[in-house]
């Protein structure tokens, strides 16, 4: 059977999330992410996170109806910068956008067979971190968690978080094995004290959450970082499942 890799590129890599930014996007590193996509993506789904295509608009305009419509229609502009980059580099992206593809009634819910389907039929998935149907109304979706979603029902072999640092950091260096028990130390030992930040510390608990178990790597989002993940090599951090 084909293997699958999920390869979820932060938000923090094709846009610029400095304080202040608005709708700010990384040209030249979104480039050099499609050409490295483009080089080896057979069975590839991508997930990117929304940075300052979506974070700012939240906090701008909430998410009441009107709220939620200008902050699909900023991540849909992402999306759109997204795939035809990937288009100009050959690739057969397809874009799935998250607002009209996924709900949450308890658990998150989506048609997961479409994306086997557009696998199959030779396009590449990419989802993107959106607004969606939420419990109790409109919600965030984070990319993040669509990758944990799509993980349990899809079971890849790998799984890559490309972000905007070298990995885990712990006392300034890259954890190469990250094991439960690291993470419970850095826990025990407070954030504070350590490199780790809220940010990847939650992206850390959810991986360790999921009950599928497959490799996965958390690396900095450049070209040759992401050509090894791609070509199924040990990149950044593993982390141990
Ligand atoms: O950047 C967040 O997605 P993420 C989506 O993957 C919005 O966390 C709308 C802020």
């Given at each position: 059977?084909?293997?699958?890799?999920?390869?979820?590129?932060?938000?923090?890599?094709?846009?610029?999330?400095?304080?202040?930014a608005?709708?700010?996007?990384?040209?030249?590193?979104?480039?050099?992410?499609?050409?490295?996509?483009?080089?080896?993506?057979?069975?590839?789904?991508?997930?990117h996170?929304?940075?300052?295509?979506?974070?700012?608009?939240?906090?701008?305009?909430?998410?009441?109806?009107?709220?939620?419509?200008?902050?699909?229609?900023?991540?849909?502009?992402?999306?759109?910068?997204?795939?035809?980059?990937?288009?100009?580099?050959?690739?057969?992206?397809?874009?799935?956008?998250?607002?009209?593809?996924?709900?949450?009634?308890?658990?998150?819910?989506?048609?997961?067979?479409?994306?086997?389907?557009?696998?199959?039929?030779?396009?590449?998935?990419?989802?993107?971190?959106?607004?969606?149907?939420?419990?109790?109304?409109?919600?965030?979706?984070?990319?993040?968690?669509?990758?944990?979603?799509?993980?349990?029902?899809?079971?890849?072999?790998?799984?890559?978080?490309?972000?905007?640092?070298d990995?885990?950091?712990?006392?300034?260096k890259?954890?190469?094995?990250?094991?439960?028990?690291?993470?419970?130390?850095?826990?025990?030992?407070?954030?504070e004290?350590?490199?780790?930040?809220?940010?990847?510390?939650?992206?850390?608990?959810?991986?360790?959450?999921?009950?599928h178990?497959?490799?996965?790597?958390?690396?900095?989002?450049?070209?040759?970082?992401?050509?090894?993940?791609?070509?199924g090599?040990?990149?950044?951090?593993?982390?141990?499942?």
């Open positions: 059977m084909r293997k699958i890799r999920i390869l979820k590129v932060g938000g923090s890599v094709i846009t610029d999330k400095d304080e202040g608005f709708e700010k996007l990384n040209r030249d590193a979104l480039k050099e992410v499609c050409r490295a996509i483009s080089e080896s993506w057979d069975g590839l789904i991508v997930v996170g929304a940075g300052s295509f979506g974070h700012p608009h939240v906090k701008k305009y909430g998410l009441n109806t009107l709220g939620a419509s200008k902050v699909h229609l900023a991540c849909l502009r992402l999306s759109e910068h997204f795939c035809s980059t990937l288009v100009e580099f050959g690739v057969a992206a397809l874009p799935i956008h998250p607002m009209t593809f996924y709900t949450r009634t308890s658990d998150l819910e989506c048609n997961v067979e479409y994306i086997t389907r557009a696998l199959n039929s030779g396009f590449l998935p990419v989802l993107h971190g959106d607004v969606i149907f939420g419990k109790d109304g409109i919600e965030v979706l984070s990319g993040d968690d669509i990758v944990i979603h799509l993980a349990e029902c899809i079971k890849p072999s790998r799984i890559g978080f490309a972000t905007d640092v990995g885990v950091l712990l006392k300034g890259v954890v190469e094995r990250l094991d439960i028990e690291t993470v419970e130390r850095i826990e025990y030992e407070g954030r004290k350590t490199d780790v930040t809220g940010g990847m510390l939650n992206k850390i608990r959810k991986v360790f959450s999921m009950n178990r497959c490799e996965v790597f958390i690396f900095r989002g450049d070209y040759s970082n992401l050509k090894r993940f791609l070509k090599e040990k990149v950044g951090t593993e982390v141990v499942l």
